[in-house]
């Protein structure tokens, strides 16, 4: 794992890959809050550590795994630092990327319904055979559930999303967050 910083030309050429070694770009959407800092580190670095943040405008973090057709996927993960709120700038992080996880917290109908909106957006603006995510985290605080699972399901359901629950805190399905989401990438030919 690495913080490099990219750039905006970076975002043209981001998406380069061959059969066995996928490199992806992921970018994170949801409202401020959710846990989207959270998740990356827990994912890449194994830790929950909310005073580290990783948002530093253009800079990402990178993390490698292998499926067990002994693919390898990098996710090179962009995390938007609040900047994507210039309706101007979306587009740039959208750009090139394979990858979309849309967040929100299940404490919080808000974030639910802010979700939806980035939903729309992604729709609007991002690559058309972008796979998305729908993930409600904090799934932890289940004494203070204000989001029904059930309605995270069907929306996820109607617009052809993959959901899942997570815990940033607990780690509760974290690593299958990503692994689902290589499992439903596009794969290049092998000749390309
Ligand atoms: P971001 O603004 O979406 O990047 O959100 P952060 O990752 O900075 O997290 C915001 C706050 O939510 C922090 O205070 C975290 O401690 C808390 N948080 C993040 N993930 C979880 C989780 O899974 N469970 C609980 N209980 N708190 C979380």
């Known amino acids: 794992s690495s913080g490099q910083s990219g750039g905006l030309n970076n975002l043209e050429n981001a998406g380069s890959s061959d059969a066995k070694n996928l ?89 639910f319904n802010k979700a ?23 799934a932890d605080l289940h004494e203070k559930r204000e989001v029904p699972a059930q309605d995270g399901i069907e929306y996820a359901e109607k617009n052809g999303m993959f959901f899942i629950e997570t815990s940033a805190k607990t780690a509760d399905n974290i690593n299958q967050l990503f692994e689902e989401i290589a499992k439903r990438l596009p794969r290049p030919s092998p000749s390309s």
Not at 74 to 99: C, H, M, N, S
Not at 116 to 138: C, F, R, T
């Open 23 to 111: 490199r992806v770009k992921l970018v994170l959407l949801g409202d401020s809050g959710v846990g989207k800092s959270c998740i990356v580190l827990r994912f890449v670095r194994g830790q929950f550590d909310p005073t580290s943040k990783v948002t530093v405008g253009a800079s990402f973090l990178s993390q490698t795994i292998a499926l067990q057709d002994s693919t390898t996927v990098k996710f090179e993960i962009w995390d938007t630092a609040g900047q994507e709120r210039y309706a101007a700038l979306a587009p740039l992080y959208y750009r090139g990327a394979a990858v979309a996880v849309v967040v929100y917290d299940i404490t919080s109908p808000d974030s």
């Open 116 to 138: 939806q909106y980035w939903v729309k957006e992604l729709q609007k603006h991002g690559s058309p055979d972008i796979v998305m995510a729908l993930v409600g985290n904090k």
